[in-house]
């Protein structure tokens, strides 16, 4: 009885300690999920802020047209028009059609306007910017509807025939992206027992299979790009190498945090700023500024100067951004090659010592960690 007697007193004293154990355990557990948690909202929140922020609302802003002519009535149509618009339109007037159709294969007009009594003719470069030309052909449709007259358009950049929206290009900068971003937690995870240098090789080596995907889908396969295939090949091993490049240097100080850091480089504000879809000069002045030099608007418009302009129309300003950024990707990696070998040399003095049960432990936590950033990149 005295047996029994004290097991009915000790059992109800450890079943709190269990509950007591567990509860801590459960905390932790959704702390951990949280935390990981954060990556997935921060990305939703980001991307909705991105992309509605810069297609919700499409308009002109200083959208660049001009009326043909050197007549007086030319010129009144001319301030009228840009009377109308407001900040919307900059209309110039120009001599006669050389010039307009020079400009616009320069890509420094949207479209030009040729009046007529019977015959007005609107031209147009799609090739530079397929949506910018129809906002110049909705504003001279009504010119032209008022004169009594249908309104003829005329493509003087025609887009190759496998790319009839010209945004080909800018799908290929989606795929480019998404390959050498998502290298980068891969690379930086499953390569961290290397040097930083060979990290950046295996990148450099990553950043040609991604390219050479890219241009063999957009090329033999889909006909996006029809010709100056390896031209556009180069540009696109260039784009791809700055992302890993820069990705791979701000891994070594980011870790789990540097695929959403990679997602607002060359995500949020990169395919927002590209000008794949539309052009800065409809868009709001944040995402117009950053098209002058971020590297994705540098892929796009470097290769439509390649495929549809003879290699003009501001293509060495648009290799030079890409080398840029490529340029800072290497700093980026030797500033982490140094912080790793200091790493090194601090913690040399503890790797004589034999590993205890704590530090396996931490080297457990440290490959699970690894593993779920490889996993999220991989997912996103």
């Known amino acids: 009885m005295t047996t029994t007697h004290r097991a009915a007193r000790t059992g109800p004293t450890t079943a709190p300690t269990a509950a007591g154990q567990s509860t801590p355990g459960l905390r932790r557990s959704l702390q951990h999920i949280a935390v990981h948690l954060l990556t997935p909202l921060l990305m939703c929140l980001g991307m909705a802020l991105a992309y509605q922020g810069a297609f919700h609302q499409p308009e002109p802003h200083h959208l660049k047209v001009a009326v043909v002519g050197t007549t007086p009535q030319v010129q009144v149509l001319g301030q009228t028009v840009k009377d109308r618009a407001g900040d919307g339109l900059d209309v110039t007037t120009l001599p006669d059609r050389q010039s307009a159709e020079q400009q616009l294969r320069d890509r420094e007009l949207a479209g030009a306007f040729v009046p007529s009594p019977r015959h007005p003719e609107l031209l147009v470069a799609k090739a530079g910017s397929d949506t910018s030309a129809i906002a110049a052909e909705t504003v001279f449709q009504t010119v032209a509807s008022k004169q009594g007259a249908p309104l003829a358009v005329t493509d003087v950049a025609p887009l190759a025939a496998g790319d009839p929206t010209g945004q080909g290009i800018f799908f290929l900068l989606v795929a480019l992206s998404i390959g050498s971003y998502g290298s980068v937690a891969v690379i930086g995870a499953a390569g961290a027992a290397v040097s930083t240098w060979v990290r950046a090789l295996v990148g450099l080596v990553t950043s040609l299979a991604v390219s050479v995907i890219g241009i063999a889908t957009a090329g033999p396969l889909f006909h996006v790009v029809d010709h100056h295939r390896v031209a556009v090949w180069a540009l696109g091993w260039l ?105 090194r040399a601090a913690s040399a003095p503890a790797a004589r010592v034999p590993l205890e049960r704590a530090q396996a432990d931490e080297l457990d936590s440290k490959v699970a960690e690894e593993e779920e950033e490889m996993a999220e990149a991989v997912g996103v």
């Open 239 to 343: 784009y791809s190498a700055g992302i890993v490049a820069v990705g791979t240097g701000l891994h070594t100080f980011l870790k789990r945090w540097t695929t959403l850091t990679l997602m607002v480089l060359f995500v949020m504000l990169n395919f927002t700023t590209s000008g794949g879809i539309y052009e800065p000069e409809l868009q709001n002045g944040f995402f117009g500024a950053l098209h002058s030099f971020w590297n994705g608007a540098g892929f796009v418009e470097g290769a439509r100067s390649i495929l549809y302009f003879d290699g003009g129309a501001g293509l060495g300003g648009r290799v030079l951004s890409l080398a840029l950024w490529f340029a800072a990707g290497l700093v980026m990696l030797a500033v982490a090659g140094v912080h790793e070998r200091r790493q």
